[in-house]
């Protein structure tokens, strides 16, 4: 839908690897019924669906795309709801290709800030990077780690990890945000029992996300203000 621009807060959904669009469906139908706009992108990749290309070529790639949807509908800003893969994508956008010029708020689902050793199957599958990066990128460690964690995130946007204890994909240690010495921005939010892409349609990983974009919308306003 176009429609998203309409509504006084907008969210941007971000799918992970290997994965597309549909897994936001109840996502969209739950913030729509809650009277937010919502707008999503097909990634790519293999197959033109499956998110495989490489995080910088992505960020670069949404970036482009909103700059177009801006000029077009008049959207100003954003929230933006990234899961795996997705958040980490976003992170990059906002720290590096001028995402905090338009992102209200960024809320990730089980996004390995720190890499994740899962994404070491995928590198197999991936045929050693031939196929694509993006495992090799969320490997612990590797050069898009090291460089979202040397830059700091913008301290006037809100950045959420909401994470689980069950998830196998993406462990929790992997998703922690460790804030430095007075960044006030950063939360953690701890589920249990909600697997890695279940934390997509989870009620309760969804009532946080209300809550915390409920919480950016107020600070937005009275910053604003």
């Known amino acids: 839908r176009d429609d998203f621009s309409q509504f006084s807060e907008s969210v941007l959904l971000l799918h992970g690897f290997f ?35 490489s995080i910088p070529d992505l960020s670069a790639t949404i970036a482009d795309k909103i700059e ?9 800003r954003f929230h933006i709801i990234g899961h795996s893969k997705g958040g980490i994508i976003a992170r990059h956008y906002v720290q590096h290709l001028g995402g905090d010029k338009r992102v209200k708020s960024l809320i990730t689902l089980g996004s390995p800030h720190h890499g994740t050793p899962t994404a070491a199957i995928g590198v197999g599958l991936m045929a050693g990077g031939l196929i694509s990066k993006s495992p090799l990128q969320m490997l612990p460690g590797s050069a898009l780690v090291r460089l979202l ?9 809100p950045i959420s990890s909401i994470y689980s204890r069950h998830d196998v994909i993406c462990p929790w240690w992997c998703s922690v945000l460790r804030p430095r010495p007075g960044e006030t ?16 349609s989870d009620q309760t990983v969804y009532r946080i996300i209300r809550d915390r974009l409920d919480e950016a919308s107020r600070l937005w306003v009275e910053r604003s203000g």
Request: aromatic share 12%.
């Open 19 to 53: 994965q597309t669009r549909n897994v936001w469906e109840m996502m969209e139908d739950r913030l729509r019924h809650d009277g937010y706009g919502v707008f999503s992108f097909d990634l790519g990749g293999l197959f033109w669906r499956f998110n495989t290309r």
């Open 68 to 76: 177009g949807i801006c000029a077009r509908t008049g959207l100003k």
């Open 149 to 157: 964690r040397k830059d700091s995130f913008p301290a006037s946007i």
């Open 185 to 200: 921005s950063m939360g953690n939010h701890e589920v249990r029992g909600v697997g890695h892409t279940a934390l997509t």
